[in-house]
């Protein structure tokens, strides 16, 4: 046996503080007549009244506590099997994690920003799956398509420049490597979520969109950051910033290139959004493909347990119902006249 609702479990801590109470109250009763009358007299007060009953009263009504207690646990036992089937997108988010995302032209900064829209864009999320690929110079899937969104939560929460050593930014690598992370066998009902704030080092993004678009994939592209660019912050170790420099000591400045992003999205009938302070992008993206034709995924088999909870509540109202009807009132027993009516 197991229970669905284990945290009430600690509610029957309450039986022997209810049982203590009924002890003091008895005993409490007891001394105030003993106050009030004298022993002959008090005998015959209480001579209606039965001991045993009251405590057989008590007794039931410590029960029935008891097994209403135990119906919110949930109690269960017994399994069966159930099919599940979801309908929903296969949604592919590449994050940009290079060292440009630590700019502060967006706060706290690129990187944290990007990572607060995911989540919430997840969050909104209903029966699509979801998968997570990171880049920078280079690409690698970082979360297989799932609709454990929890899982998919942890890996975001990692990500981190320092897990590609390439730095640059490589959005016709991070588009090949995210078309790879799709279920070949349907070329439908995919979305690409690409989220940047540089322009392309390879000058391959546009093929590779263009290849997208044969694949039915459809992307949408998040530009994070100014388009005049901003330093890109260097932590020296020491907890001092600087800015990263260039072989003549000038100072590098990330540019967003809204252009380029735009035209990826066109390319694949997607569309283009520039993050902005106070407003969260991904969630507009998440009206638009709430739209689209939805995928009847595979039925997914789990085992429910039985919920057996209906027979410690029924136990507990028959108790209830018992001690009500159950008078503490002694039985007159009748005398025999020896004559018939």
């Not at 029924?314 to 159950?326: D, P, Y």
Request: glycine share 8%; proline share 4%.
């Amino acid at each position: 046996m197991r229970f669905g609702n284990p945290i009430a479990i600690w509610l029957l801590l309450v039986l022997p503080l209810l049982a203590a109470f009924f002890a003091w109250a008895f005993w409490r009763k007891s001394a105030l007549l003993r106050r009030f009358a004298e022993t002959e007299m008090l005998k015959r007060m209480v001579a209606g009244t039965s001991k045993t009953r009251q405590f057989v009263k008590m007794g039931l009504l410590l029960l029935a506590v008891f097994f209403l207690l135990l119906s919110l646990a949930r109690p269960q036992w017994g399994t069966k099997m159930e099919l599940m089937k979801r309908r929903g997108l296969d949604v592919v988010v590449a994050m940009d994690v290079s060292n440009s995302m630590y700019a502060e032209d967006i706060k706290p900064n690129r990187l944290a920003r990007s990572k607060q829209e995911i989540q919430r864009f997840v969050e909104k999320l209903g029966g699509d799956r979801v998968a997570l690929v990171a880049f920078a110079g280079d690409a690698f899937l970082q979360c297989p398509l799932t609709s454990d969104y929890a899982a998919f939560r942890i890996f975001l929460d990692v990500l981190d420049p320092n897990l590609i050593e390439t730095q640059g930014t490589d959005i016709g690598r991070a588009i090949e490597t995210s078309l790879k992370a799709f279920d070949v066998r349907d070329r439908k009902h995919r979305v690409l979520l690409l989220l940047t704030d540089g322009e392309d080092h390879s000058g391959e993004a546009e093929r590779a969109a263009e290849e997208a678009a044969k694949e039915g994939v459809m992307v949408y592209t998040v530009g994070i950051g100014l388009p005049s660019g901003v330093p890109i912050p260097v932590d020296n170790g020491n907890g001092q910033v600087s800015y990263k420099k260039d072989a003549d000591g000038n100072i590098v400045t990330s540019r967003m290139d809204p252009d380029l992003l735009e035209r990826i999205a066109q390319k694949t009938g997607g569309k283009f959004y520039h993050a902005e302070p106070g407003h969260y992008e991904l969630l507009d993206v998440l009206k638009e493909i709430n739209g689209m034709e939805k995928r009847e995924f595979d039925e997914d088999k789990f085992t429910r347990f039985e919920d057996r909870y209906q027979i410690p509540l029924a136990i507990g109202l028959a108790l209830l119902v018992a001690e009500m009807l159950i008078s503490d009132r002694r039985r007159r027993k009748r005398e025999w006249t020896g004559r018939f009516s």
